[in-house]
């Protein structure tokens, strides 16, 4: 199930600062339902929101291993995503969180890809 969510949730993260640049900091960011749709219904960001919405909290815990520990973290979804409801981004991850999950995501994509690290 991370794969799943975590592939969506990076892109939508991506997706999300990547149309609507006129936030200062991951803290600020927020959307609803009016905005992602302004251009049209049924896109990507408004696909998520639908399907995941009210599915309440997803914990993950992944090892690391060069500093012998877990880590955890939770994905909060939205209860309700509607026109005038903010969603934001801090709420569904905190940015040290959503940095550490994009980080061994990409990690995890990278090992599947390399045969071999040479030092």
Known sequence: ?????????????????????????????????SIINWYSEG?????FFEKYKGKGVVKYRFWEARKKKMTYLSI???????????IFLKDILSEKEGIKFSFILMKQILDTQVEEINY
Do not use: C
């Open 43 to 47: 896109q990507t960001i408004d696909k």
């Open 1 to 33: 199930m991370e794969a799943e969510i975590g592939g969506e949730l990076f892109k939508i993260i991506r997706n999300i600062i990547n149309h609507f640049p006129f936030f200062d900091s991951w803290d600020d960011v927020w959307v609803n339902k």
């Open 76 to 86: 909060n979804f939205p209860t309700h995503y509607d026109r005038d409801t903010k």
